[in-house]
């Protein structure tokens, strides 16, 4: 029967050639979680918050660290939604397209700010300020239509008072 | 920690409440409405020479989310509601002890939408600081948990469980004592308890609720199904939409910690337990037992065939009992009031209370609790308030995504696993969103199946292909390009998928297009176009 695999405590990362301090956070949360496999999505959650986003020198320091092949982090980033490979924009707007919200209009808001931004969802503007995500419901849904803006939920949204919060950014 | 230090921390909580108490809610709904600010302000002006007789607190939801912020003033004479309270208007709330002037709009506690509400899951739900264990302790938190290890054998515990009748609150419905039996009847000494807190219903957020409002019913129910079931390690898988439940829930496990309530010789008995929190990704699928227990072993969501159930293999093949919230959450409150007493509301095969989560096109959105068998009309036009601005009901959806709908003209079924199955939805988590007319079904199943295509995990043909089959279908039923024989496939197909895939996703993703066609195929019919051989000249 598999067991949770621990690594041997002798093996610990080396640093990152680059010196980069973000590296060495990553090196703190994955002794904290002992190296073990199975806490890689925790160390992805934490890489991502550190660096932004995942890059590919990211996953292979993480695969060190925790003594996975590449194809299994790549594999695992990948698969989840909230892991990103590529860099964010400086502010984030997540449209909620839960059911609620969608039922009271979020459909139109998408629509009227993709237009403004001139970008599809998903995708970051070309000056890289704004980036353009939908979430599949944030749970908050007594208060539809929400929309996420730099981490912080807004209730009772319409096109104009996204719009408005856009352009205050 | 004993009973009689659990009694003396719950007695120096009770004593030490001001005669005037205000509650604030910053559960998630409120605090993105500005709840934060209103504490402030309330704080405040109660420091401003109040403080002797006043005191404010955070408390968890109060329900009535559309109508936030909330703050209740409780008194020896009774309580009295505000709702959507700003930062300008909270001071006036304070000054109003002492009679002078209110600009807060006032609620109503016996409003229809509380009054036919039955608190169980939620009686602790806005009433307590969620952040402090103390005030969990004073209502009698862990008590149950003291008796269970005390006074009553893992046997005994199962079978009071099994007498309540609760069958899982997550949608399968499946009775938890004999869940609970099943795992416990496992040889092995490792097992474990996992907390299905992967909410990924778009619509609803009951267990967000109950996870940032009473946070340690949820842990006190845990512990009391490790006890069962001789489990002594439990994971939280919770999805990362959801970080003040995750916050709440961190500080929850440190303080029970702290108080000896988690960890080893819990009470002195001999029962180790501890929780471990497992932050989820942003997957839907991972919602699915088998798919949920590969993503707490770091792997990507796959589900995979059963048997073998977790009940038998499980987390690291360990027998696992696996739960949602809710369930868990119904627990303390059983083995306090008794299993025949929850057995006495309900229905003959749904027993007990059901939380929903009210939202959509309806006046009064927000959590509502009632007993099993109170009919979806009484939520959605007595609780609810019907469709705003005097507009009609076409459909009310359950179960999200991997439900149906109800038409009006069958709204006076009574909310229970069987009835809702009959008509060809289910309960699922609790979602419940309402429907006006003018939102067009074929458009809602459409967006339905664009959420499950892209929450497929891709590991079954049926599920991977079909939902993509399925959304291209009716978008070319949406673009009036389908003819009837399109129609005809997309049904055929749909039945295929729900028959063939490997897991419930794929299983319950045809089933709004299933539920819609049911009720409301003219509306699929007026959307297409006659086939090329009959447009010749306008003629046959």
Redesign the interface.
């Known amino acids: 029967m598999p067991s949770p695999t621990t690594a041997p405590s002798t093996v610990s990362p080396a640093s990152h050639p680059s010196g980069d301090k973000r590296f060495k956070r990553l090196d703190v949360t994955m002794k904290r979680l002992q190296y073990k496999a199975d806490s890689l999505i925790e160390v992805l959650h934490a890489a991502q918050e550190a660096f932004g986003f995942l890059e590919l020198d990211v996953l292979q320091y993480v695969a060190r660290g925790l003594q996975l092949p590449l194809s299994r982090v790549y594999g695992v980033a990948t698969f989840y939604h909230l892991f990103s490979l590529k860099p964010q924009g400086e502010h984030t707007c997540v449209v909620c397209l839960g059911t609620a919200c969608y039922v009271k209009g979020a459909g139109k808001i998408v629509e009227d700010l993709e237009n403004e931004l001139h970008v599809k969802l998903g995708e970051t503007t070309e000056d890289g300020k704004i980036s353009l995500m939908s979430a599949r419901c944030i749970g908050a849904c007594g208060i539809a239509p929400a929309i996420v803006f730099d981490g912080d939920v807004a209730g009772k949204q319409d096109p104009q008072s996204a719009l408005d919060h856009l352009k205050a950014w | 920690m004993d009973l009689q230090t659990l009694q003396h921390i719950a007695q120096t909580e009770r004593e030490s409440h001001k005669p005037v108490r205000i509650r604030c809610c910053t559960a998630?709904?409120c605090?993105?409405?500005g709840a934060e600010a209103v504490k402030k302000e309330l704080d405040q002006a109660v420091a401003n020479g109040h403080s002797d007789r006043v005191e404010v607190c955070s408390v968890g939801c109060m329900r009535f989310?559309?109508r936030?912020p909330l703050v209740s003033v409780d008194q020896a004479e009774g309580s009295t509601l505000y709702e959507q309270v700003t930062p300008d208007t909270a001071g006036t709330i304070v000054s109003a002890l002492e009679g002078g002037p209110v600009t807060a709009p006032l609620g109503d506690w016996n409003h229809p939408f509380f009054a036919y509400q039955r608190p169980i899951v939620l009686e602790n739900s806005g009433n307590i600081n969620p952040e402090r264990i103390e005030e969990y302790i004073a209502v009698g938190g862990y008590e149950q948990l003291y008796h269970c290890l005390m006074e009553r054998t893992p046997e005994e515990v199962v079978s009071e469980v099994t007498r309540s009748g609760l069958r899982g609150r997550g949608g399968g419905g499946y009775p938890t004592g004999l869940k609970w039996a099943t795992v416990a009847k496992m040889p092995g000494d490792q097992k474990y308890i996992v907390c299905n807190a992967d909410?990924?219903?778009?619509?609803?957020?009951m267990d967000?609720s109950v996870l940032e409002s009473d946070p340690h019913r949820v842990l006190e129910g845990m512990a009391i199904a490790a006890y069962a079931v001789g489990a002594s390690h439990g994971y939280i898988y919770i999805r990362?939409?959801?970080p003040l439940a995750i916050a709440h829930l961190q500080k929850a496990i440190q303080q029970a910690k702290r108080l000896e309530l988690m960890g080893s010789q819990i009470f002195g008995a001999n029962f180790d337990f501890k929780v471990d929190i497992?932050?989820?990704?942003?997957?839907?699928v991972c919602g699915e037992e088998t798919a949920l227990i590969a993503?707490?072993?770091?792997?990507?969501?796959n589900p995979r065939p059963r048997p073998p159930y977790p009940a038998q293999a499980g987390v690291?093949?360990?027998p696992t009992l696996i739960n949602n919230v809710e369930t868990y959450a119904n627990i303390p409150a059983i083995l306090r009031e008794g299993g025949d007493w929850y057995a006495s509301i309900g229905t003959e095969n749904s027993k007990g209370t059901k939380v929903f989560?009210l939202?959509?096109?309806v006046e009064n959105?927000?959590?509502i609790e009632v007993p099993m068998g109170t009919t979806v009309r009484q939520i959605v036009e007595v609780m609810g308030g019907g469709v705003p601005k005097g507009g009609k009901v076409k459909a009310v959806?359950t179960g999200?995504p991997s439900g149906g709908c109800i038409p009006e003209h069958l709204l006076d079924t009574p909310v229970d696993y069987d009835s809702l199955r009959t008509l060809g939805t289910m309960m699922g988590s609790g979602?419940m969103?309402?429907?006006d007319t003018t939102?067009s079904m074929v458009e809602i199943s459409r967006?339905?199946m664009d959420?499950c295509r892209?929450?497929s995990?891709g590991k079954c043909i049926p599920c991977r292909a079909g939902t993509v089959q399925m959304y291209a279908l009716l978008g070319k039923i949406l673009d009036r390009q389908a003819t009837v024989a399109d129609l005809e496939k997309l049904e055929f197909l749909a039945n295929v998928v729900k028959d063939t895939s490997l897991c419930g996703l794929g299983m319950s993703a045809p089933n709004p297009i299933l539920s819609t066609l049911r009720y409301f195929r003219p509306e699929y019919e007026s959307l297409l176009r006659e086939p090329a051989y009959l447009e010749v000249n306008g003629k046959h």
């Open positions: 998630a709904g605090a993105s409405s989310c559309g936030g909410e990924g219903d778009p619509g609803a957020f967000r990362a939409e959801y497992r932050v989820g990704a942003g997957a839907f993503s707490v072993e770091g792997k990507r969501g690291w093949g360990c989560a939202t959509g096109q959105a927000g959590l959806q999200g979602g969103i309402v429907m939102t967006f339905y959420f892209e929450e995990c």
